[in-house]
């Protein structure tokens, strides 16, 4: 009897042994990235701090370290996005809106849906060649900021059509029933009261893959956006450039001086979307408040 | 009586009018918004397509498959993909070897382990690592990663497909954990409770019940992840060098097919050249690949679903 209680209390006390042993393995793991996060920012802020100043804003790209800057580069990256918004927003959210309050259960609205999930999966590069392909030489926008901006459209297209969606989905069925009841019509009812309600939310989503967009380095690359530019784009056909590219030339070089160039251009850039991520976050909070 | 008839006859008719056009208008318009997805997916195809086949006029399709050497862009030419295959499948591997087992065990800690407090907080903080730039990644990998490894192994090269490797690893963690945790999460709690209640411990429960139970939302998340790391371009065309070669170093320079892409397209190659067009023969072959494990993907979480 005490042999087999001895027993017992062993393989118990073996398996808290496990159960702790491996609860501290998975903290463990956990911890690694986010030690590498705090890592990657504290080499970036060791290296970058230094060369954050003002001429990084005002001066151009230059062949020495300690006159360059990223004055077009920032212009380039704001402009692209502006010309992007409405064109990703108008045309992301008719998508949503189609597919969830006017597409037929059909074997075409299934395609679409499964469409875009797997165009969420395709490498930006390919966008990429997607856009060099069509815009710059089908349409012969040449390298240019609108050419940029439309391949970037289509890239962020499909995370936005998503998350405009969700927003769509979460809107309570009785908000169109009391709006038909009034005896709006589909678009009324969608235009007045669906979309009003779930605008804030879609907000979010569509500043979040502007985010994404702005980060963008391989699809910009690949339809041209020029390394070294020492103007500011004045129309859509202008050629241009923009943050990340700038920092890939400067990481590109061996020197040192711009390596730390590099850092601080990538302060900039993070900083940029630190602001659009917490402002993505307040919108969404301020809609769970009025919910 | 006679005379207000006809009137409110036109305010109806108008009404409806209104109400006929948009209800018309609108559903063709939103469908267009809708249909353009299919437009870009038949335009990625059709542009890689066509402009492949041109390619393959020129070069022999067997040479560019199992051809062993790759230098389009000095003589003498070779157009064999296996060199940025390899190069490709071995930054991928060390990625996934990183991120697969930290992913997981991030997810199994924060789904069965953590307090809400803890959850509420790391969760986001790990989601982070997603949101950065691959560019920013690109210089982390030359910048700390790369002289990491020099201090192990000292006669490694600035450019080597470990730190690519480690560092794209690090990049799909989020990826894998969070996946990975909303298929634990849609385990249902009687299932754990049912485990608890025999006397098992929460590593039993996690390994035993939870696992098994969300395994085809894991596997798909691993898949998905692979699938990233292959398509994955700026920090392999920064930190792991533009050489291609057969080779199973990872201290090695190598050149995956991304980087490859992203090196003609900044020199000035003519546009229908042959070198124009391993663009889209490398392209193509990156697509097909990343659009084949993604509908694996797909299909595992679909097939393999436990449903509760």
Not at chain 1, 199 to 220: C, F, K, Y
Not at chain 1, 232 to 252: A, G, H, K, R, Y
Not at chain 2, 205 to 213: E, G, H, S, T
Request: proline share 5%; glycine share 6%.
């Amino acid at each position: 009897m005490s042999i087999l209680q001895d027993a017992n209390r062993k393989q118990i006390s073996n398996r808290r042994k496990v159960d702790m042993t491996l609860h501290i393995l998975f903290l463990i793991a956990t911890s690694i990235g986010i030690i590498a996060l705090m890592a990657l920012l504290i080499q970036i802020m060791m290296d970058g701090l230094s060369r954050l100043n003002l001429e990084l804003f005002t001066n151009y790209p230059s062949r020495m370290a300690a006159k360059a800057g990223m004055k077009s580069a920032i212009v380039g990256s704001i402009y692209m996005v502006l010309i992007m918004a409405p064109i990703s927003f108008i045309l992301g959210v008719g998508a949503a809106i189609y597919l969830e309050e006017y597409a037929k259960k059909s074997a075409f609205t299934r395609l679409i849906q499964l469409n875009i999930s797997t165009l969420a999966g395709v490498p930006s590069i390919v966008y990429g060649i997607l856009g060099l392909t069509i815009f710059v030489r089908g349409l012969a926008l040449e390298r240019s900021l609108l050419s940029g901006a439309l391949t970037m459209t289509l890239l962020v297209l499909p995370i936005i059509i998503v998350s405009a969606q969700e927003a769509i989905r979460a809107v309570p069925k009785a908000r169109r029933d009391a709006s038909f009841a009034l005896g709006a019509t589909k678009w009324q009812t969608v235009s007045r009261s669906v979309l009003p309600s779930a605008i804030s939310s879609i907000l979010t989503g569509v500043i979040l893959a502007l985010s994404r967009a702005i980060g963008e380095t391989a699809p910009l690359v690949m339809i041209g956006a020029l390394t070294f530019v020492a103007f500011l784009p004045e129309s859509i056909m202008d050629q241009f450039t923009v943050m990340p590219i700038q920092i890939f030339n400067w990481v590109s070089r061996p020197q040192l001086a711009f390596h730390e160039l590099a850092a601080a251009g990538i302060i900039v850039l993070l900083a940029l979307l630190i602001i659009m991520n917490i402002s993505a976050v307040m919108l969404r909070n301020k809609y769970q408040k009025n919910v | 009586m006679q005379g207000n008839l006809p009137q409110q006859e036109t305010t109806m008719s108008f009404k409806n009018k209104r109400a006929h056009i948009s209800d018309k208008i609108v559903p063709i318009v939103l469908f267009m918004c809708a249909a353009l997805s299919v437009l870009t997916t038949i335009g990625i195809v059709y542009t890689l397509f066509s402009e492949t086949f041109s390619f393959f006029k020129t070069v022999n399709i067997s040479e560019f498959l199992f051809g062993t050497k790759w230098s389009p862009l000095i003589e003498p030419k070779s157009f064999g993909i296996l060199p940025l295959l390899g190069g490709t499948l071995m930054v991928t591997v060390i990625a996934c070897l990183v991120a697969i087992p930290i992913g997981l065990a991030s997810a199994i800690y924060l789904s069965e382990y953590a307090p809400t407090r803890v959850r509420k907080i790391v969760k986001p903080v790990l989601e982070v690592l997603a949101g950065i730039p691959t560019i920013v990644y690109g210089y982390f990998a030359l910048s700390f990663v790369t002289p990491l490894i020099k201090s192990i192994f000292p006669d490694v090269g600035v450019f080597n497909a470990l730190s690519a490797g480690l560092v794209v690893g690090i990049m799909i963690i989020p990826m894998v954990s969070s996946l990975s945790e909303d298929a634990m999460m849609a385990v249902p709690r009687s299932l754990r409770h049912g485990a608890y209640a025999l006397g098992a411990t929460r590593f039993e429960v996690a390994l035993k019940i939870v696992v098994p139970a969300a395994f085809s939302g894991i596997v798909s998340s691993a898949v998905l992840a692979f699938s990233r790391a292959i398509g994955e371009t700026m920090i392999v065309t920064v930190a792991a060098g533009a050489t291609p070669q057969l080779t199973l170093n990872p201290l090695e320079s190598i050149q995956t097919m991304t980087a490859y892409i992203v090196q003609v397209s900044m020199g000035d190659t003519p546009h229908g050249s042959i070198e124009y067009g391993t663009i889209f023969a490398v392209g193509m072959t990156l697509f097909v690949i990343t659009f084949l494990l993604n509908i694996v993907a797909q299909w595992v979480a679909r097939r393999f679903r436990e449903e509760y």
